[in-house]
């Protein structure tokens, strides 16, 4: 923590006294101590923010748009802090956190822009003395709850809409990495957003649940995590009827048909893979490649991996970091040993790691029906089936309870066109190992959740449609 430069980001880090330990996952050494609440404070935060919505909607898209341009700007100059934040909570390599740093502050720039453009409609009346129009309303206090393998993305990304619509916004990040939480609110704060705007909890993760899906002043609540808790909250959400957006968990497939471009499906799978040693909902989980180019595919990528560097996130040659805790290593470990135990072979270099690392792991000859294949890896193993019909594929790529994102590489038309309208899932890579951006709608269908981030739509989530009907007018 020494290297943080922004003195009053690492005060805003760094509480005194009793609160929640901090680790880095790289060697499990003590981060920091940070303050927590408990679920009667988060209620009374919940009223707070309810009054300060109110001054908040007043404002005009205009002033909010500003505040979040200067939000963006700030994240920006300090983007080597936040990066080494979030590299030494989370143990993701420091290039891949420069790049959340990125991604996460488009979001803001984006919906500043978004913001100012909450257009409504007319209607053309059914009767000559009634005029009929919509407008688009804040839906009032947004409470949200976000995960630890993207600790600023997954924050700005429901933040910045809220804000932009007139929302207030609290949020409950992982208990993991409230680090860049802090450290990016602090950086709101100092961009002139108002404290009963936007607030961040940190506590027990049930409670906090409880607070924001129970209380009738939270109007929309937003997650990001598994599709365990994900399904729990929404119930939770109901007692209030809550509007809710849900962003679960995913088992994405990628597929290698016989006409795609080899190497660029390499390079995609290497990508879309090893990204955040594999911890990401929407990391290829599962190889599908077609019998012709099958050999192929499986060389080049297994030189391609084997080329990989496992290390502490903070040095430049790292590709790959730890695993989030010793228990997420735990259960890849057993997901390896389980399907090795069912026939399963490992076709690249097979090294044994200490702490919470796990080594890349290539293996081929994996049943469909393995757990391996059937739930989320989140971690750096990549199991490849051969297959030889497209039908058979589809059916294969479609068989889970998971529709989030999906991949293929093919150079055909034809097939492409119908391959991506015959995947069940929110988000369709197309040559492409890498999708995500704020100008499109990232969301998934199925269990993987409802609701979409960025794009035109994701600012419709935090937005009411009114109708209003102006009627005795006379002509
Ligand atoms: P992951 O596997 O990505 O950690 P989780 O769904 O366990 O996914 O965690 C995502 C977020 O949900 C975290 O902020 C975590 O603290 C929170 N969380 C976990 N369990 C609960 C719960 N019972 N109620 C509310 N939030 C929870």
Redesign the pocket.
Known sequence: MNHIKNKTLLAAMLTEGKGLSVFNPFDDSLLAIVKTVNQAQVEDEVLELEVGQVEWQKRSAQDRSNLLKRWHQLILENIDDLARIITLEGGKPLKEALGEVRYGASFIEWFAEEGRRAYGSTIPSPSSDRTLLTVKQAIGVAAA?????FPLAMITRKAAPALAAGCSFIC????LTPLTAIAVTELAYQAGIPKDVLRMVIGD??D??EAFTYHSSVRKFS????T???R??QMQCASTIKRTSMELGGNAPFVVFDDADIDSAVQGAIASKFRNAGQTCVCSNRFYVQDSVYDEFVEKLVTAVDKLTVGNGLDDSTDIGPLITLQAKQRVSDLIREAKGRGAKQINKEVQLDGQFVAPTVLVDVEHDRPLVQGEI?GPVLPIIRFSDEDEMIKMANDTIYGLAAYFYSQNMNRIWRVAHNLEYGMVGVNEGIISTEVAPFGGVKQSGKGREGGKEGLEEYLETKYVCIGGLTN
């Open positions: 709850i976000t995960p630890w393998n409950k990040p992982s208990e993760a049930h906090i649940g997650f990001t995590g598994s365990l808790v994900g729990k909250l989140f």
